[in-house]
């Protein structure tokens, strides 16, 4: 009863904490059903065929989402015999997968893609709405959403290039469909084959043959075990909203314990006097700390309670916004489930406990009289454990800077950050050492007037009240400069090295497509980048591009070595790391399978620098071309002529722009990340800076009628609020921008070195001007009309 009481008189003081302990928990509620609805479920075109034999899968640990090393023609063709001969085995499907995109009004049809053989509809199934099924070379059947019927003739976009097919049928489900003989000649290699069972069929009996079919060169999926058949694509977006969901609900949560734990220790230091007093009257420090876990608790249920809710609404909301955003497939939608509620729940009820847990500790040692003996000047700022803790996270924040320059690269923008959360932790601590200094510069302009004397002196006064009303505006600042700043430079850095890496001053790139033609690589003379895949022993897997030596020699301003030995169809030149993989030298050969599942013994005819190749593996076109008919052209680096106009799918850039725009689409998912993450750390930061300054503002009431009555109008102490939150604001901006530009610079002068060229430090300064305008227009509102309001209720008399 006492901490419910308490709540009631102390209301206005505990308004921040309950609003942190909500959001964090519609956060976590909302971002965890989005999560647990984000599994990956049975691809639709699979959902017919109740048992898969899909091929080997390979290693994922460099989060590169590479395909399964495919089944060669001739070996496919051997498995669906056996699949055939098994019992209960109706029929065994065969499923290839490549690129066909369809033309209209001279236009790619957006977001369809993939081509497929016909016979594959029967693993769906998919239904034929109208005419027939294509049998013949220069048939096709298409989704019926692309808007065309039977007897039209269309142009499709393949990796040969621009092709016209009769439309003979349409279907019920996504994508082009050729005639099975036309599809195994454009995309040789098999990855999955579905079977279609007889009614009444032992499909125990069926996998087990299956699997002696196989003999260890592929395996068999059942039921929810499809699910691995979901497309890499889908499966790249999948993950990439993981880590958006998980980055948003791990960062609320622990802005929420800041907030919540801040929120409380500092109401135990403006109430060292009540707790005091109920010291005073008998209150054991048992109960002093009950008092406040209650207050906690209560706090806790009935922010969760209506965070829970508010959660389960904004969960399908933000689950839309996720397809939108290409964070998440398009098939993606949320189910409410009872879990991820009740465990946000109890998270945010743990969080108001455990928030509170240190401050009713610290209140607990109070003892009857301290707190009543206590001047209101402070004397000792500066704690021999401040001091310590702040010296040691400001030396470690500068040692990770070090690090950052000549640490590992991998572990550059790791160390940046630690090195940014460090420093503004020993900023924070150390900023009653900092604060006077600041101040007196900072008024020294205005030291001449009552005015600013007043300004000066209440913030030198009050130096921890001025340090504690400041580090949330640290924490704001720095963190909007950090992660802009992080986001910009790096993506300025790259597209520096990405335009001295070129000596052309034109880029062909894909526009509307996944990648260009070997029609529209036969118009743009110039270094054309085909990359594919190829696949080693023991799952591993190595990404090479086809190139021709002549013309990327010419365009490479990175090429150290010599490749003009790369002319016959079984040679390659590897990179000193791949070479190190493969345990290969110049002279030796290396058996590897392509993307047709053929096995080729390749010749190494050269070593290069890993910076030198765009891949580990480098190849002649032809041969990518040879193996891959399916392949696609990444870019083409002009050395001719530039061409007149784009071929169809493709846009001419200049140098500059390409490089700005080589990675757009990855750019783009980073900076909705990004977006996301500031959005929730700058919310709960302004949180805090209103709910700090609120209640110092409401304890310095008695500050107030003092300078009333020394003669003071409410004008005149209105305006001092505001100079002394103007004061607060700049000194919270100027620290945080010195921590954040010195962890930036740390990640610079590291992204430097790693990239062979000069990085700018770039901030993109709307962010942290909207960072420092919200926080001054907060902290005006949060300190000038509460003293408004107090001083008209609070007479003289």
Not at 262 to 286: D, H, I, K, M, N
Not at 321 to 338: D, I, K, N
Not at 741 to 762: D, E, Q
Request: aromatic share 6%.
């Amino acid at each position: 009863m006492l901490s419910v009481a308490s709540l009631k008189s102390h209301w206005t003081t505990f308004v921040g904490t309950f609003v942190a302990v909500f959001l964090g928990v519609a956060i976590l509620s909302m971002t965890a059903s989005v999560l647990l609805s984000a599994q990956p479920a049975v691809p639709d075109r699979y959902r017919g065929s109740p048992v898969v034999a899909q091929s080997s899968p390979v290693d994922q640990q460099d989060s590169a989402f590479t395909d399964t090393k495919p089944w060669s023609a001739a070996k496919a063709a051997d498995l669906v015999r056996s699949f055939e001969a098994l019992p209960g085995v109706a029929r065994a499907i065969p499923d290839r997968t490549f690129y066909a995109q369809p033309v209209l009004g001279g236009v790619p049809v957006v977001g369809v893609e993939q081509g497929h053989p016909w016979s594959s509809v029967d693993l769906a199934p998919y239904r034929l709405v109208s005419g027939s099924a294509p049998t013949a070379a220069g048939e096709i059947a298409v989704s019926r959403t692309v808007g065309v019927g039977p007897g039209t003739t269309l142009t499709v976009l393949t990796a040969a290039g621009a092709a016209r097919y009769l439309v003979v049928g349409t279907v019920d489900g996504p994508g082009v469909y050729l005639s099975d003989g036309e599809a195994g000649r454009v995309s040789p290699g098999v990855r999955v084959i579905g079977l279609r069972l007889d009614p009444g069929a032992d499909e125990d009996a069926v996998q087990a043959g299956m699997r002696a079919a196989l003999g260890g060169d592929g395996q068999v999926l059942a039921g929810a075990a499809r699910v691995a058949l979901e497309p890499m694509a889908d499966q790249r977006v999948r993950w990439i909203g993981d880590q958006v969901l998980t980055g948003l609900g791990s960062l609320g949560g622990f802005v929420s314990i800041f907030v919540v734990a801040s929120t409380f220790a500092f109401v135990v230091v403006q109430r060292r006097r009540e707790l005091g007093l109920l010291r005073a009257l008998g209150a054991t420090p048992r109960q002093i700390r009950r008092m406040l876990l209650g207050e906690a608790v209560v706090i806790g249920v009935v922010g969760g309670a209506l965070g829970v809710g508010l959660g389960a609404i904004m969960a399908p909301v933000l689950g839309d916004l996720l397809v939108s955003a290409g964070l998440e497939p398009p098939t993606f939608t949320v189910e409410t489930r009872f879990l991820p509620l009740a465990s946000a729940f109890v998270v945010g009820l743990l969080v108001a406990v455990a928030g509170v847990w240190a401050a009713g500790r610290r209140a607990a040692r109070i003892r009857p009289l301290e707190a009543l003996r206590e001047a209101a000047v402070e004397t000792k700022p500066m704690t021999r454990a401040r001091w310590w803790t702040g010296g040691v996270c400001t030396g470690l924040g500068l040692l990770l800077v070090v690090f950052s320059v000549v640490g590992d690269p991998d572990d550059m923008m790791t160390n940046s950050l630690y090195a940014a959360m460090a420093l503004i932790v020993g900023g924070t601590l150390l900023a009653p050492v900092v604060i006077p200094p600041l101040v007196r510069v900072l008024t020294y302009p205005l030291a001449g007037g009552a005015l600013g004397l007043v300004v000066r002196e209440s913030a030198l006064t009050s130096v921890r009240r001025t340090a504690s009303t400041a580090a949330p505006v640290l924490l704001t600042v720095g963190l909007a400069v950090l992660v802009a700043g992080m986001v910009e430079t790096s993506t300025g850095g790259y597209a520096v090295a990405r335009e001295l890496a070129t000596r052309a001053e034109v880029v062909v790139l894909p526009n509307g497509t996944p990648g260009l033609s070997a029609e529209a690589v036969a118009a743009t003379p110039g270094a054309a980048l085909l990359p594919t895949e190829l696949y080693g022993d023991n799952s591993t897997h190595y990404p090479a591009t086809g190139v021709d030596p002549v013309e990327f020699a010419k365009t490479n301003t990175r090429l150290t070595a010599s490749i003009a030995g790369l002319s016959d169809p079984d040679t390659a030149v590897l990179t000193e790391s791949a070479a190190h993989r493969l345990g290969v030298r110049p002279g030796d050969t290396t058996g590897l399978t392509f993307e047709d599942g053929q096995r080729v013994n390749l010749r190494v005819v050269a070593l290069l620098p890993d910076a030198s190749s765009p891949t580990p593996i480098l190849l002649p076109r032809q041969t990518v071309r040879e193996h891959a008919p399916s392949a696609l052209t990444s870019a083409v680096h002009v050395s001719g002529p530039v061409p007149a106009s784009a071929p169809l799918g493709a846009q001419v850039l200049d140098r500059a722009t390409y490089a700005a725009n080589a990675d757009a689409e990855e750019d783009r998912l980073v900076r909705i990340f990004v977006a996301l993450l500031l959005i929730v750390a700058l919310g709960y930061a302004a949180l805090s800076i209103a709910n700090t300054l609120l209640m110092s503002t409401a304890g310095r009431i008695t500050d107030f009628t003092t300078l009333r009555r020394a003669g003071a109008t409410r004008r005149q102490v209105t305006l001092a609020v505001a100079g002394e939150s103007i004061l607060v604001v700049t000194i919270g901006a100027a620290l945080g921008f010195a921590i954040a530009l010195t962890a930036l610079y740390g990640m610079t002068t590291g992204l430097s070195h790693t990239l062979g060229a000069p990085v700018p430090l770039s901030v993109p300064w709307p962010v942290p001007l909207a960072a420092i305008t919200t926080s001054l227009a907060l902290a005006l509102t949060a300190t000038t009309l509460p003293t408004h309001l107090s001083l008209r209720e609070h007479s003289l008399t």
